[in-house]
């Protein structure tokens, strides 16, 4: 059983900032450590398809940014606590979408486009502008 539960989305005003947060549990995290999957976030806005956003490696020494999110967001884990999270700031009415949490093997496999990772079932983030 995997788990990724994502949390910390809501309505916010453009130029504003929220805090994802992604917590991954259930047996399979019990046997094969957290910290030996690299972590990432994607996001759907309506009527689109899910598009890559920021992804982490297994130690957080690789970082890898979507253009169009660069320098506004910032994604970070914290393996003792099983949680990456995304720190996004200064926020657009583009930037509306559901958010959704990934695990898979390296951090270029989920920018490149993940294959047989593990998914969380997203949280909503709104920026009105």
């Known amino acids: 059983q995997v788990k990724l539960e994502e949390s910390g989305g809501g309505l916010v005003q453009a130029g504003g900032s929220l805090r994802l947060s992604c917590v991954a549990s259930g047996q399979f995290f019990i046997f094969n450590s957290f910290s030996s999957y690299a972590m990432g976030w994607f996001r759907q806005a309506p009527g689109k398809e899910r598009e890559f956003v920021a992804a982490i490696s297994t130690g957080g020494n690789s970082r890898y940014y979507a253009n169009s999110v660069e320098g506004r967001f910032t994604i970070s884990r914290d393996n003792a606590e099983n949680t990456v999270f995304l720190q996004m700031n200064t926020l657009k009415p583009e930037d509306t979408a559901v958010y959704y949490c990934?695990?898979?093997?390296?951090?270029?496999?989920?920018?490149?486009?993940?294959?047989?990772?593990?998914w969380g079932q997203g949280t909503q983030v709104s920026v009105s502008s």
């Open positions: 990934a695990a898979d093997r390296s951090a270029r496999a989920l920018r490149d486009g993940p294959k047989d990772a593990f």
